[in-house]
């Protein structure tokens, strides 16, 4: 059966690839002679290499998490606690997508091909015993969230670039895919709803409680909104007119996170959240916009001070 396999891939995560395009668009930006007719299949070309890499990635998860996904209401049904998965046949597959994903990252420079490799290694980190920095509270968020700015560093050497990303943008991507996993995590505290169980399913609940998970989303949360604030006071003023609007999201994403059986544990789901899907796209298409035009009386309303 080729199903189970094809599932433990998570190919509908793949859409968590999203957040290689802003290293695209900040890149065009940077250097509108990266335009070219090629830069479509380059990019194309990228999100397969991060694509597969990241499967390789899932593969070791759900091997490696079987035992404890089996304590969990819905994850027990997943292809490899539920016994459909061969796990000599898992571990082959987790080696063929990373070479896979390798010889698409091949493509480009070798700057972007060990930054591929970065992606892996960290997923490895993350699974793998004895590290397994998933068992570690706080830890987990954050070595889970690095891979947000390293596919923002994989979008960005995509256009051929050969400038180092802002630092400030990196820290900013950091800190709002940390805001997105400890919502993840608070989610399924709330959903378990007994602590011991929690505990058993994921060894980091037995620090984590409610209030702590929200402390850590607000702490996530600030630290993106002054690593972004650096950013574009010294690269794009424009964007602070979207302010706004990612705090909207913010707030919304907090709200999916509240609900009973939260959408947020499973974010490839997001999708059924249509008013909230079309509220992200529509920020997500301002912000493109802001960063592509010049809007000269905004630097004549926050002139700096003498």
Same mark, same amino acid.
């Given at each position: %059966?080729?199903?189970?396999?094809?599932?433990?891939?998570?190919?509908?995560?793949?859409?968590?690839?999203?957040?290689?395009?802003?290293?695209?668009?900040?890149?065009?930006?940077?250097?509108?002679?990266?335009?070219?007719?090629?830069?479509?299949? @380059?990019?194309?070309?990228?999100?397969?290499?991060?694509?597969?890499?990241? +499967?390789?990635?899932?593969?070791?998860?759900?091997?490696? @998490?079987?035992?404890? @996904?089996?304590?969990?209401?819905?994850?027990?049904?997943?292809?490899?606690?539920?016994?459909?998965?061969?796990?000599?046949?898992?571990?082959?597959?987790?080696?063929?997508?990373?070479?896979?994903?390798?010889?698409?990252?091949?493509?480009? +420079?070798?700057?972007?091909?060990?930054?591929?490799?970065?992606?892996?290694?960290?997923?490895?980190?993350?699974?793998?015993?004895?590290?397994?920095?998933? @068992?570690?509270?706080?830890?987990?968020?954050?070595?889970?969230?690095?891979?947000?700015?390293?596919?923002?560093?994989?979008?960005?050497?995509?256009?051929?670039?050969?400038?180092?990303?802002? %630092?400030?943008?990196?820290?900013?991507?950091?800190?709002?895919?940390?805001?997105? %996993?400890?919502?993840?995590?608070?989610?399924?505290?709330?959903?378990?709803?007994?602590?011991?169980?929690?505990?058993?399913?994921?060894? +980091?609940?037995?620090?984590?409680?409610?209030?702590?998970?929200?402390?850590?989303?607000?702490?996530?949360?600030?630290?993106?909104?002054?690593?972004?604030?650096?950013?574009?006071?010294?690269?794009?003023?424009?964007?602070?007119? +979207?302010?706004?609007?990612?705090?909207?999201?913010?707030?919304?994403?907090?709200? =999916?996170?509240?609900?009973?059986?939260?959408?947020?544990?499973?974010?490839?789901?997001?999708?059924?959240?249509?008013?909230?899907?079309?509220?992200?796209?529509?920020?997500?298409?301002?912000?493109?916009?802001?960063?592509?035009?010049? =809007?000269?009386?905004?630097?004549? =309303?926050?002139?700096?001070?003498?």
């Amino acid at each position: %059966m080729i199903t189970p396999y094809l599932k433990i891939a998570r190919f509908d995560h793949w859409f968590k690839n999203v957040f290689v395009l802003p290293g695209v668009i900040v890149a065009i930006f940077i250097d509108r002679s990266l335009v070219s007719t090629s830069l479509v299949v @380059d990019v194309i070309i990228a999100l397969l290499a991060t694509g597969f890499i990241a +499967s390789s990635n899932y593969i070791i998860n759900e091997i490696l @998490d079987a035992p404890k @996904d089996a304590l969990h209401p819905v994850k027990k049904n997943r292809p490899v606690p539920s016994g459909q998965v061969n796990i000599k046949i898992g571990y082959c597959l987790w080696i063929v997508f990373l070479l896979i994903g390798l010889a698409f990252a091949s493509y480009f +420079s070798q700057t972007f091909f060990w930054i591929a490799l970065s992606l892996w290694v960290m997923g490895c980190i993350y699974n793998i015993p004895p590290v397994r920095s998933k @068992d570690k509270p706080y830890i987990d968020v954050l070595s889970e969230a690095v891979n947000n700015p390293i596919r923002l560093a994989l979008g960005w050497y995509a256009t051929g670039i050969t400038l180092l990303p802002p %630092m400030s943008l990196i820290f900013a991507y950091w800190m709002i895919g940390a805001y997105f %996993m400890a919502a993840k995590r608070f989610g399924e505290y709330r959903m378990i709803g007994d602590k011991k169980v929690a505990s058993d399913y994921r060894k +980091s609940f037995n620090f984590y409680n409610e209030e702590r998970l929200v402390g850590s989303l607000i702490f996530y949360l600030a630290g993106f909104g002054l690593f972004f604030g650096i950013f574009l006071i010294r690269y794009k003023m424009e964007l602070i007119l +979207s302010i706004p609007l990612i705090a909207g999201f913010a707030a919304w994403y907090f709200h =999916l996170a509240c609900k009973e059986d939260s959408p947020v544990q499973y974010p490839e789901k997001l999708y059924k959240e249509t008013y909230f899907m079309a509220f992200t796209l529509s920020v997500f298409a301002i912000m493109i916009y802001l960063v592509m035009v010049d =809007l000269p009386w905004l630097y004549a =309303l926050f002139p700096p001070t003498a």
